[in-house]
Antibody, heavy 123, light 106 residues
Framework: EVQLVESGGGLVQPGGSLRLSCTVS????????MDWVRQAPGRGLEWVGR??????????EYAASVKGRFTISRDNSKNSLYLQMNSLKTEDTAVYYC??????????????WGQGTLVTVSS | DIQMTQSPSSLSASVGDRVTITCRAS??????LNWYRQKPGKAPILLVY???TLQSGVPSRFSGSGSETDFTLTISSLQPEDFGAYYC?????????FGPGTKVDI
């Protein structure tokens, strides 16, 4: 069974840091590009960034709202995707989802999502 | 950046109704357009990719169409389990923007 499980969310003060993890199982992690998507309370979906499947070869991509503050990384040996979040702002409060891009076409659709982890930035 | 808009922002319909949701891109995205549905407290699920290809396991009452800048998602006969928020997303270029969503109430 394909599973994506996020962890690491919690309450953090403005200006603080947090590291989210997404651990996967049931498929070959290194075959897939992986993305982070977030959703602020009561709001829509916002793309955060993207990791191609070979971090040694390709650069990551980021939304303008997080570029320079957030860093995506992955460890294919541990079947894990990470989101290091620094200089957090109150507007970063959201549920953060990791999502798997399908490898079966070139349209980059997300055929599997994690359950999400809540990050609350508040003093 | 490519901006995505959706209409309507919300709708209320009855079981059996035909429902159409529209998504528009600020520039041509070919058919790099995907549709998701999200129920409260849950992760989104993929319904349609490449503008018109139904994801495996998605009921045939769902269909997608369009290209370039204008796209539609149609539910031919609305069912009780179809409530939720529907989002389009372009994957033509980064940032991979989502539309603001359409909330469907039954």
């Amino acid at each position: 069974e394909v599973q994506l499980v996020e962890s690491g969310g919690g309450l953090v003060q403005p200006g603080g840091s947090l590291r989210l993890s997404c651990t996967v199982s049931g498929f070959t992690f290194s075959d897939h590009y992986m993305d982070w998507v977030r959703q602020a309370p009561g709001r829509g979906l916002e793309w955060v960034g993207r990791s191609r499947n070979n971090p040694a070869t390709y650069t990551m991509e980021y939304a303008a709202s997080v570029k320079g503050r957030f860093t995506i990384s992955r460890d294919n040996s541990k079947n894990s995707l990470y989101l290091q979040m620094n200089s957090l702002k109150t507007e970063d409060t959201a549920v953060y989802y990791c999502a798997r891009e399908t490898k079966y076409n070139s349209y980059g659709d997300y055929d599997c999502w994690g359950q999400g982890t809540l990050v609350t930035v508040s003093s | 950046d490519i901006q995505m808009t959706q209409s309507p922002s919300s709708l209320s319909a009855s079981v059996g109704d035909r429902v159409t949701i529209t998504c528009r891109a600020s520039q041509s995205i070919s058919t790099y357009l995907n549709w998701y549905r999200q129920k409260p407290g849950k992760a989104p699920i993929l319904l349609v990719y490449a503008a018109s290809t139904l994801q495996s396991g998605v009921p045939s009452r769902f269909s997608g169409s369009g290209s370039e800048t204008d796209f539609t998602l149609t539910i031919s006969s609305l069912q009780p389990e179809d409530f939720g928020a529907y989002y389009c997303q372009q994957t033509y270029s980064a940032p991979r923007t989502f539309g603001p969503g359409t909330k469907v109430d039954i």
